[in-house]
């Protein structure tokens, strides 16, 4: 998939029939979350395992140092019907997407059952007797 950002505007381009039928269902649900009220707006959207980000503020708030949030950290797994945790107060000049400090853990690899062994694992146990 191709993802496109230019100013305010992100545009997401798949490159086949799946990409394309994922980011419908996607693009559904993110409408459904939004609400019914008009000026309600999405600002930022990841799908970094992690993510952190850099709150910029702006107009009568540019004063102000960047807010650096842990996003994990700031909000738990909750329904897309849920209401979202507020960021904070001031105004908003720019939300910045910072590298990752934390990574999901690797998964372990499966051992593959290799032909050379032997197969002298005990039977499963059963609950009922046999008649």
Known sequence: MKIRIDKDLVTFTPEHAAEAAELEALWIKMGNCLGENKDNRLI????????RIQVMFGGNDNFREPLVIE???FIGVKSFKAR?????TFEIDE???????????????????????????????SLFTEE
């Open 95 to 125: 939300i910045i997407e910072l590298e990752p400090t934390k990574f999901p853990p690797e998964p372990e690899p499966v051992e593959e059952p290799t032909a050379d062994t032997p197969d002298d694992e005990p039977e499963q146990l």
């Open 84 to 88: 979202g945790k507020r960021l904070t």
């Open 71 to 73: 996003v994990d950290e």
């Open 44 to 51: 930022w959207f990841s799908e970094t395992a992690f993510p």
